[in-house]
């Protein structure tokens, strides 16, 4: 099993949080967008590392699984962020997953 947190940083974040606050309604949902692509390329990008790694060392892989996508509840997060260290990269959960 690999567990992992990705992040692309809190630049974006900021700037859309920015452009609501300013009104720029449109700017700031295709920013939001442009965010969200970032990390599922980022994320799809390292599990392909994983399952290289895992094949390279003839091990079998199953389905890429993520918290809030099926029947996972996003609310499972908390239990990732009790093993994973994710502080240390400045990544915390939203105050309504806590």
Do not use: H
Request: one cysteine or more; a neutral charge; proline letters at 2%.
């Amino acid at each position: 099993m690999v567990l992992g947190v990705i992040t692309i940083g809190s630049s974006l974040e900021k700037k859309v949080s920015e452009f609501f606050t300013q009104g720029e309604y449109s700017r700031a949902i295709a920013l939001d967008a442009v965010e969200t692509v970032a990390v599922e390329s980022l994320s799809r990008y390292i599990k392909n590392l994983i399952c290289q790694e895992a094949k390279e060392q003839y091990f079998k892989t199953t389905r890429y699984f993520n918290p809030g996508y099926g029947n996972w509840d996003i609310n499972q997060q908390k239990i990732i962020f009790q093993i994973i260290p994710a502080n240390k990269i400045g990544v915390s959960l939203a105050e309504c997953l806590v």
